[in-house]
């Protein structure tokens, strides 16, 4: 179960830090700043399985001459499941702080005896990416988890309609990947910062040994100038995984509940 709770965070992660994007076009002035924080729980039913941290800082090394956020999030198991399957892992990627387009992403996983590092250069003029794995071509833009989450973020989505549904492209290991995303509509959610009015998305999962045929991953996002993701939960074979907002830390707007 362990092993296979891991493989499942990295996939909820990924849907995550991707599933709040629409038509990828260009960003208009980001919506976080330097400093800011976010700090998330990811529980197994009611037992406590993981904690995430992502925060934002201003690169030092400056790429092609532009300055750059470098961002930064840590996993880790918690509880029962720091004992049985030990996991810390470290992903940071650097974007261009206008356009937020990647430079360069890395990665530094240890699940219990395993371990894997990465380093991904994205160069966007010859719309290559280099990789441990090799050099992979694409068209468009394409990102890391870290930059997909922060550049969503940014986009303007005030016209989007319930039923709209959209690709996000992403870099991982091997291969750049395709995500699709389908907008549900609007709820009101209730967390640990407080009660929002949030956009719902469907991000697409494939079943196998961790979901089964019917199971569903929602995400809540907060429908306001900071556009955070408040909750995630998705439904496996046996039980369901729900992540949770812990805390927040410097904004760049201040906290909206709305009515």
């Not at 998330?40 to 037992?47: E, N, P, T, V």
């Not at 833009?141 to 989450?149: G, P, R």
Request: aromatic letters at 14%; charged letters at 25%.
């Amino acid at each position: 179960m362990a092993k296979n709770f891991i493989f499942l965070l990295s996939i909820l992660a990924g849907a995550v830090l991707q599933a709040c994007g629409q038509n990828i076009i260009d960003v208009g002035v980001p919506v976080f700043k330097a400093g800011e924080e976010l700090i998330y729980r990811l529980k197994y039913g009611f037992i406590t399985a993981a904690e995430a941290d992502l925060h934002v800082e201003e690169s030092e090394k400056k790429f092609d001459g532009h300055p750059a956020f470098h961002i930064v999030a840590d996993g880790k198991t918690a509880g029962s499941f720091d004992f049985f399957f030990k996991v810390r892992n470290r992903y940071e990627s650097f974007v261009d702080q206008k356009t937020l387009l990647p430079y360069f992403y890395t990665e530094n996983r240890h699940e219990a005896n395993y371990k894997h590092n990465d380093n991904v250069t994205f160069d966007h003029q010859d719309n290559k990416i280099t990789a441990a794995k090799g050099v992979f071509p694409f068209n468009g833009k394409v990102f890391d988890f870290l930059s997909a989450y922060y550049f969503s973020r940014s986009i303007d989505i005030s016209k989007i309609k319930t039923g709209d549904t959209f690709d996000l492209k992403y870099f991982l290991e091997d291969g750049v990947h395709t995500l699709n995303i389908t907008y549900v509509g609007k709820e009101r959610v209730k967390s640990n910062i407080g009660t929002f009015n949030c956009l719902k998305f469907n991000p697409t999962i494939i079943p196998g040994r961790v979901f089964r045929k019917n199971s569903k991953l929602y995400l809540w996002i907060t429908d306001d100038d900071n556009r955070i993701p408040l909750k995630a939960h998705v439904e496996l074979i046996v039980g369901s995984v729900t992540m949770d907002i812990m805390a927040v830390k410097n904004l760049k707007y201040p906290l909206n509940p709305g009515d």
